[in-house]
């Protein structure tokens, strides 16, 4: 299949493995760039530049296919060594950066004369116009759906995506609540150039995470995510777990004057824990409700070789046969 997308990244399929905190390590963006998608390292998740600057070398060793790093810009006090990560991506040849949290106007001029493409994720359509404004390649326009922060707006992908194709010119992937072909041809029919998918790749073969988060997102439904830290105007969806009840019911008993520091135990330094360590009820972490549509664990390959097919059988098959009748 070719989109802009495909052509912008030098890609053989029009699918985005997201970044993801202590998932999108080296195996899993060469994975993902193995089997003609674009797999993307999770910049933050490695402790300084020079890590990253290794896990770049790492990915390079398992792919030669093109492959991209994530920033996230965070609101925290202890800014990440931003300059650093830049660089690290930059020397390291990498030439396509995903961006995500806040405005990354600040960084593209070093990241264009280096000739990365940047794709921007963003959860409303004004924001997606002020990536397009200030110089972003592409869009990520992530739906309400989706896991991990989709912003405040609430405003779910079946109306996001049409509403990105009225305004944008630049191109867009659908992102949140991605899982098969049916969701790539609908992505594609809203105006999508592709598809980004985060909870679907965890539950892969490659994903380098502890067995018990692919089973967690093997026996979640549709209904088993909460949002979480909506007070703090830091809203994230994740899959519930007694950790993440507690948290809801502080947010409860304490209101409007909850503070991050009442949370504390529920969300810092989870990640590792439930990533690594299989700890299943160790905190609140990002999943979407995609988890619904998720029923097996396949390889990169499989999964990505499956959608396309089936995609081709929905395009040729089904929708031209109602044309057909
Ligand atoms: C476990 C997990 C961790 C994530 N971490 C990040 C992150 O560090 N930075 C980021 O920009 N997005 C992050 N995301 C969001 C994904 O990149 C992607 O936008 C999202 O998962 C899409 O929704 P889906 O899960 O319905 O496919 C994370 C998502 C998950 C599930």
Known sequence: ?????????????????????????????AAV??????GIITGLTQRTPDDLAKEI???????????GVNLTFLPSVNQPDYPGYVKAIVDGGVKAVETAGNNPAKWLPGLKEAGIKVIHKCTSVRHSLKAEAIGCDAVSVDGFECGGHPGEDDVPNFILLPRAAEELKIPFVASGGMADARSLVAALAMGAEGMNMGTRFIAT???????????????????DTRLVMRPLRNTERVLTNAAVERLLEKEKALGP???FEDIIEEVAGVYPRIMMDGEMEAGAWSCGMVAGLIHDIPTCKELIDGIMSEAERIIRGRLEGFLAA
């Open 1 to 29: 299949m070719k989109t802009r997308i495909t052509e912008l990244f030098g890609i053989e399929h029009p699918i985005i493995q997201g970044g993801m905190h202590f998932v999108g390590f080296a195996e899993m963006a």
């Open 33 to 38: 760039s193995n089997a003609g998608g674009l």
């Open 57 to 67: 070398a790492r990915c390079r060793e398992m792919t030669d296919k093109p492959f």
């Open 205 to 223: 073969r490659e994903a380098p995470v502890h067995e018990n988060v692919k089973l967690a997102i093997v026996a979640a439904s549709e209904l």
């Open 257 to 259: 004057n909850i503070k």
